[in-house]
């Protein structure tokens, strides 16, 4: 099993920024990648940011040049870094972390979520 546990949500104004963390353990030897999905009231499930073992990183287009996602590895934790924060990126902010089981099996492991707030 890996559990994520995030952390770092809460109300910033427009134009701020705000660093959320994401901290794994269990079975985290053979996690492939994490990163960061959202979701917003009345909206599905998005994709902000990934980043995989070796450092390759993608973003969706509504945070691209404004979000940065990072990770420690020595301390097992993932990093999503937002700057010119915007009322639209208002949500709840889910860790995920995959990890190759046997025979190449895909699986996902989500943490509880961390409300993000901008207020205009």
């Known amino acids: 099993q890996v559990h994520l546990v995030e952390s770092g949500g809460g109300l910033v104004q427009a134009g701020g920024s705000l660093r959320l963390s994401c901290a794994a353990s269990g079975i985290i030897f053979s996690v492939n990648a994490m990163g960061w999905d959202r979701q917003a009231p009345g909206k599905q499930r998005e994709l902000v940011a990934s980043?995989?073992?070796?450092?390759?990183?993608n973003y969706g287009d509504s945070v691209k040049g404004r979000f940065t996602i990072s990770r420690d590895n020595a301390k097992n934790t993932v990093y999503l870094q937002m700057n010119s924060l915007n009322p639209e990126d208002t949500g709840v902010y889910y860790c995920?972390?995959?990890?190759?089981?046997?025979?190449?099996?895909?699986?996902?492991?989500w943490g509880q979520g961390t409300q993000v707030t901008v207020s205009s």
């Open positions: 980043i995989t073992s070796g450092g390759s990183t």
């Open positions: 995920n972390a995959q990890r190759t089981a046997a025979w190449g099996r895909p699986i996902t492991y």
